[in-house]
């Protein structure tokens, strides 16, 4: 029973830490014109987004990369090991 | 896979911050406008390079405790990672300097701290380079890479807080402290200086492993 608690405080721990990250995106951004310039126009027009799913890709593809040169430089650990 | 979970939650918190990062809500600024998110991708780099820099040195002391081969690597390795970090760092500083300050490079001090840091890992790398002998280069270059951490920390930390500078975090002035007191970009920048440290220590991590099978190759050979 001890171990279900434990295991309880951890999900929702994990959860409100979900929560935390990811909520703060979800809200909308509205300014005045007279304050300084952003990128508001390019949000709007909501390709933004495809950009950020680029390089989203793009790191996502290099990380790969590191996983499976990884995981080669333990398969030679082992083939030298024996 | 139990001591990989590390690379894992290099790999998530990443992802979040390219994601985030370019998206989460940050404050309106004359001057700096959007280019305040480079906060996530500049800053990290010298953060990552400060801590594999600081692995390097652990590692350099032990080695002049107990000399061997493995332990050279690691802080060879590391000081490496370290000083493509900072390099990258650089050049993503000059990128942002052009756009805000009006210039690639300035006579800053924390700029130019900041590069006379760089050189003296340079020598490092030149000085290793030198030698013949594997355990007089291990052990010279154990002794200067504890010199030049010793010489480069100030250089990039502390001088340029004593003087006036254009730079973030020198002349006395608090980095992004009243920027990042900015909730949502704490809610950004943490992950992602976490991240890119954990990258830069999987990086040297792999570079060492791969300089190990090497040296075991090696000695195969010999015997």
Do not use: C
Not at chain 1, 50 to 70: C, N, P, R, W
Not at chain 2, 9 to 14: E, H, I, S
Not at chain 2, 74 to 103: C, D, N, P, Q, R
Request: aromatic share 12%; net charge positive.
């Amino acid at each position: 029973m001890g171990l279900g608690l434990v295991k309880k405080g951890r999900t929702i721990r994990v959860v409100a830490l979900l929560a935390a990250l990811l909520l703060p995106i979800l809200r909308a951004v509205a300014q005045s014109p007279d304050e300084p310039e952003m990128a508001d126009a390019l949000r709007q027009s909501g390709k933004i987004y495809v950009v950020v799913t680029v390089i989203a890709v793009v790191l996502a593809g290099l990380l790969f990369f590191l996983i499976s040169l990884d995981r080669k430089i333990s398969r030679l650990e082992k083939e030298v090991r024996d | 896979m139990k001591n990989n979970w590390w690379k894992g939650l290099a790999v998530v918190l990443l992802l979040y911050v390219a994601v985030a990062g370019l998206l989460m809500p940050v404050p309106r600024l004359a001057i700096l406008n959007e280019s305040i998110r480079n906060l996530y991708f500049h800053v990290p780099m010298w953060f990552g390079m400060t801590a594999v820099l600081t692995a390097s040195v652990y590692y350099s002391v032990r080695y002049l405790r107990t000399p061997t081969p493995q332990l050279d690597i690691l802080s060879h390795e590391a000081a490496k990672t370290g000083i493509y970090m900072g390099f990258v760092g650089l050049a993503t500083g000059s990128i942002w300097a052009k756009y805000t300050w009006g210039a690639w490079w300035t006579n800053d001090p924390k700029l130019n701290g900041a590069a006379i840091a760089m050189l003296i890992y340079g020598a490092y790398l030149v000085l290793r380079s030198s030698f013949q002998d594997e355990q007089q280069r291990a052990r010279i270059s154990a002794i200067y890479n504890i010199f030049a951490f010793a010489a480069a920390m100030p250089l990039f930390f502390i001088l340029p807080r004593l003087t006036a500078s254009l730079h973030p975090g020198a002349g006395g002035n608090p980095a992004f402290a009243k920027y990042d007191l900015d909730s949502n970009m704490r809610l950004v920048f943490y992950p992602a200086v976490i991240g890119w440290t954990l990258l830069g220590f999987w990086l040297a991590q792999l570079a060492s492993r791969v300089a190990f099978l090497k040296q075991k190759v090696y000695d195969k050979q010999l015997a």
